[in-house]
């Protein structure tokens, strides 16, 4: 075996840094394109966000109608428990079981019965508010066959004439 020269060495040395540096040089290589790869998935999620705009508003608003909501069952049930067992009164008889009463002694309490009555009748009656209109524009009494005859001209089952 014979000895190298320096300059043989140096060569050498040099070449084997030459593969090192590209070697290196490929794994950037191959590093900077996943780089850009995972930027443009960025890109694209971003994008996607975007169309679906901020979270923050709608999320804030949620929160707003779930404060208000709590706050309105909370008064409900506080009146609620003031009210107890006794019996609330109320404008309206929703549940359409009792037909109000008027004995005509009292000219202030008509407006109210007159309201509940017709309240009444329109929930028994589905075209009912068309013949009281029609009973109030006669002006006088409507007897059960005139009413019937009013009932069925307005439910379309009458004659045209």
Same mark, same amino acid.
């Given at each position: 075996?014979?000895?190298?020269?320096?300059?043989?060495?140096?060569?050498?040395?040099?070449?084997?840094?030459?593969?090192?540096?590209?070697?290196?040089?490929?794994?950037?290589?191959?590093?900077?394109?996943?780089?850009?790869?995972?930027?443009?998935?960025? %890109?694209?999620?971003?994008?996607?966000? &975007? #169309?679906? $705009?901020?979270?923050? *508003?709608p999320?804030?608003?949620?929160?707003?109608?779930?404060?208000?909501?709590?706050?309105?069952? %909370?008064?409900?049930?506080?009146?609620? &428990? #003031?009210? $107890?067992?006794?019996? *609330?009164?109320?404008?309206?008889?929703?549940?359409?079981?009792?037909?109000?009463?008027?004995d005509?002694?009292?000219?202030?309490?008509?407006?109210?019965?007159?309201?509940?009555?017709?309240?009444?009748?329109?929930?028994?009656?589905?075209?009912?508010?068309?013949?009281?209109?029609?009973?109030?524009?006669?002006?006088?009494?409507?007897?059960?066959?005139?009413?019937?005859?009013?009932?069925?001209?307005?439910?379309?089952?009458g004659?045209?004439?």
């Open positions: 075996m014979g000895v190298m020269s320096a300059a043989t060495v140096t060569t050498e040395m040099c070449e084997s840094t030459q593969r090192q540096i590209a070697s290196h040089n490929e794994q950037l290589r191959i590093a900077n394109l996943q780089l850009a790869n995972a930027s443009n998935e960025v %890109d694209a999620l971003n994008a996607e966000v &975007a #169309k679906i $705009g901020p979270l923050e *508003l999320v804030a608003m949620l929160e707003d109608l779930q404060k208000e909501t709590k706050s309105k069952l %909370d008064l409900a049930t506080e009146l609620l &428990a #003031k009210a $107890g067992d006794k019996k *609330l009164e109320t404008l309206i008889d929703d549940k359409h079981k009792s037909r109000p009463t008027f005509g002694t009292d000219a202030k309490k008509f407006v109210l019965w007159n309201f509940k009555f017709k309240d009444f009748v329109r929930g028994k009656f589905p075209h009912a508010e068309n013949v009281l209109d029609g009973a109030k524009i006669q002006g006088n009494k409507i007897g059960p066959i005139e009413a019937e005859a009013k009932i069925e001209e307005i439910q379309g089952l004659s045209a004439g």
